[in-house]
């Protein structure tokens, strides 16, 4: 899934029954998960935007590898 020029790897973790995400190509670490594939869509566009904001708060510029 992508959102705003970040996307995201979802995997099952079955032991604990949640969906498990992580935004790909960048150096820093953004995870979220989920119990539905809605609900991590959800989370997934929720972390990117904290992670903007965050970024936005200390001035420094996002990151985002370009591929």
Partial sequence: ???KGYSANIEVDLEAEILFGRVLDI???VTFKAQTIEQARQ?????I????EFCQELG????MISV
């Fill in 43 to 47: 989370e997934f566009q929720k972390s």
């Fill in 49 to 52: 935007d904290d992670y903007l």
């Fill in 27 to 29: 150096n820093d670490v």
């Fill in 60 to 63: 420094q510029e996002p990151d």
């Fill in 1 to 3: 899934m992508t959102y």
